[in-house]
């Protein structure tokens, strides 16, 4: 039975009362999915696929349940053929508090994990372990799942990529067992620096959605941009693809030149400006840094102050609107790194928004942009990022931002939205 499963199950793209479960079994098999609120499984609901995607090697079937109590835990596992569940496989999540109602957690951000064919192996570092053990709500990746560096047209050969970084014991585990929001990078997209021009775009935007338990895309599905949204009470998140519409770092720096590209640029502004009104606090996550100074960094380095005339375009926004809700999660840059957004300054020369870096999980340490208010860390691996928000319902919420290496607090910072 265990042979039948070739990668997952992982659980993402949850909500209050719903979420996804995917996982690839042998072409030949039959799945259904296993769901109680009980750690035994016992008077579970039986759930077939909601969808089917379908190679020579395997079968990516996806479970959507639907129509489930908010704040809620439920376990799961997979029946596939006439055998018992794979009680080894066995994962969980918990349904999100309701929407637009007030709501206090934790989850856990990160980016950045070696592994693929040049590391002869994928990331089995013990921070996915200390992750899990803190019991966040979801975890929300920024980023480098693993360093493949895939530039591929086939589909497989960017699925191969998941399915290394699932066939891990740590990881595997960590996404069976805590929900999972992703956005990519360069290195899990189409390799270093890898932009709209990169050969194995499709494929990769493929793959993701044939993989990935996601939220729904904007876009919809097939050769579409993968960014994304979602709320916890209320709290909006809006995961921006910072890689597949870009335009090249080298290109002139004028208001051609792009990160995010016309439409989801729009969509962007769109969102942070009703979240202005409706949300005390949005998470934008951007998976490339946002501070920095081009004539220091370098004019081609691979961040948003590489595109300065988008990133002003933006930063105006914000101000021009009154936008003072805003909190930014990054990676990229293998370091952890806390702005309170006295350095994050726009064309008027005010603070703006808080910036947090939360990276590396077990590449080696790397500096990219400066400065940020609340220190640079990059001196270990096993690093990631807690963020509570404590919503009591008044007009603002509470945000406690927490830097980790291990076990171990670097930095912290506590503030109130809107600011």
Same mark, same amino acid.
């Given at each position: 039975?265990?042979?039948?499963?070739?990668?997952?199950?992982?659980? $993402?793209?949850?909500?209050?009362? /719903?979420?996804?479960?995917?996982?690839?079994?042998?072409?030949?098999?039959?799945?259904?999915?296993?769901?109680?609120?009980?750690?035994?499984?016992?008077?579970?609901?039986?759930?077939?696929?909601?969808?089917?995607? @379908?190679?020579?090697?395997?079968?990516?079937?996806?479970?959507?349940?639907?129509?489930?109590?908010?704040?809620?835990?439920?376990?799961?596992?997979?029946?596939?053929?006439?055998?018992?569940?794979?009680?080894?496989?066995?994962?969980?999540?918990?349904?999100?508090?309701?929407?637009?109602?007030?709501? /206090?957690?934790?989850?856990?951000?990160?980016?950045?994990?070696?592994?693929?064919?040049?590391?002869?192996?994928?990331?089995?570092?013990?921070?996915?372990?200390?992750?899990?053990?803190?019991?966040?709500?979801?975890?929300? *990746?920024?980023? &480098?799942?693993?360093? &493949?560096?895939?530039?591929?047209?086939?589909?497989?050969?960017?699925?191969?990529?998941?399915?290394?970084?699932?066939?891990? +014991?740590?990881?595997?585990?960590?996404?069976? %067992?805590?929900?999972?929001?992703?956005?990519?990078?360069?290195?899990?997209?189409?390799?270093?620096?890898? +932009?709209?021009?990169?050969?194995?775009?499709? @494929?990769?935007?493929?793959?993701?959605?044939?993989?990935?338990? *996601?939220?729904?895309?904007?876009? $919809?599905?097939?050769?579409?941009?993968?960014?994304?949204?979602?709320?916890?009470?209320?709290?909006?998140?809006? #995961?921006?693809?910072?890689?597949?519409?870009?335009?090249?770092?080298?290109?002139? +720096?004028?208001?051609?030149?792009?990160?995010?590209?016309?439409?989801?640029?729009?969509? #962007?502004?769109?969102?942070?400006?009703?979240?202005?009104?409706?949300?005390?606090?949005?998470?934008?996550?951007?998976?490339?840094?946002?501070?920095?100074?081009?004539?220091?960094?370098? +004019?081609?380095?691979?961040?948003?102050?590489?595109?300065?005339?988008?990133?002003? %375009?933006?930063?105006?926004?914000?101000?021009?609107?009154?936008?003072?809700?805003?909190?930014? #999660?990054?990676?990229?840059? *293998?370091?952890?790194?806390? &702005?309170?957004?006295?350095?994050?300054?726009?064309?008027?020369?005010?603070?703006?928004?808080?910036?947090?870096?939360?990276?590396?999980?077990?590449? /080696?340490?790397?500096?990219?942009?400066?400065?940020?208010?609340? $220190?640079?860390?990059?001196?270990?691996?096993?690093?990631?990022?807690?963020?509570?928000?404590?919503?009591?319902?008044?007009?603002?919420? %509470?945000?406690?931002?927490?830097?980790?290496?291990?076990?171990?607090?670097?930095?912290?910072?506590?503030?109130?939205?809107?600011?």
């Amino acid at each position: 039975m265990a042979n039948e499963i070739i990668f997952g199950p992982w659980v $993402g793209g949850v909500t209050s009362t /719903s979420a996804v479960i995917k996982a690839a079994i042998d072409s030949n098999a039959t799945a259904e999915l296993i769901l109680s609120r009980s750690a035994t499984l016992s008077d579970p609901a039986r759930l077939a696929p909601s969808g089917i995607t @379908a190679t020579s090697q395997m079968r990516v079937v996806a479970f959507t349940p639907t129509g489930l109590p908010p704040g809620t835990q439920f376990h799961y596992a997979l029946k596939v053929g006439g055998d018992p569940p794979t009680i080894d496989r066995q994962g969980r999540f918990s349904t999100f508090p309701a929407e637009n109602s007030p709501a /206090s957690f934790t989850f856990a951000c990160a980016g950045d994990a070696k592994g693929g064919e040049i590391f002869s192996g994928f990331s089995n570092h013990r921070v996915y372990d200390v992750i899990r053990e803190e019991d966040p709500l979801f975890f929300l *990746h920024l980023g &480098d799942i693993h360093y &493949d560096n895939i530039d591929s047209t086939q589909v497989s050969r960017h699925v191969k990529g998941y399915r290394g970084v699932l066939d891990t +014991d740590r990881q595997g585990r960590l996404y069976r %067992e805590v929900p999972l929001a992703y956005i990519w990078d360069d290195h899990d997209y189409c390799g270093n620096a890898s +932009d709209r021009d990169s050969s194995g775009r499709q @494929a990769a935007r493929l793959a993701y959605q044939q993989c990935v338990p *996601h939220y729904p895309l904007v876009e $919809g599905s097939g050769n579409v941009a993968i960014y994304q949204a979602f709320t916890v009470g209320r709290v909006r998140f809006l #995961l921006t693809d910072a890689r597949s519409e870009r335009t090249s770092r080298t290109e002139p +720096d004028d208001a051609s030149k792009s990160i995010l590209g016309a439409r989801q640029k729009q969509w #962007l502004k769109d969102e942070l400006l009703a979240g202005r009104d409706r949300f005390p606090l949005v998470v934008w996550v951007s998976s490339v840094p946002w501070i920095g100074d081009p004539e220091e960094e370098g +004019d081609d380095t691979d961040a948003w102050f590489s595109y300065s005339t988008e990133r002003a %375009e933006m930063g105006s926004f914000v101000e021009e609107n009154g936008i003072n809700n805003i909190l930014m #999660l990054c990676a990229d840059a *293998h370091m952890v790194a806390l &702005d309170d957004g006295s350095n994050n300054r726009g064309v008027t020369g005010a603070g703006g928004f808080p910036v947090f870096h939360a990276s590396p999980l077990d590449r /080696s340490n790397s500096v990219k942009g400066k400065p940020f208010s609340h $220190g640079i860390f990059a001196m270990h691996k096993g690093q990631f990022g807690l963020v509570t928000i404590n919503d009591t319902g008044g007009a603002t919420l %509470e945000v406690v931002l927490r830097g980790r290496q291990m076990e171990n607090e670097l930095v912290t910072h506590t503030f109130d939205s809107p600011r």
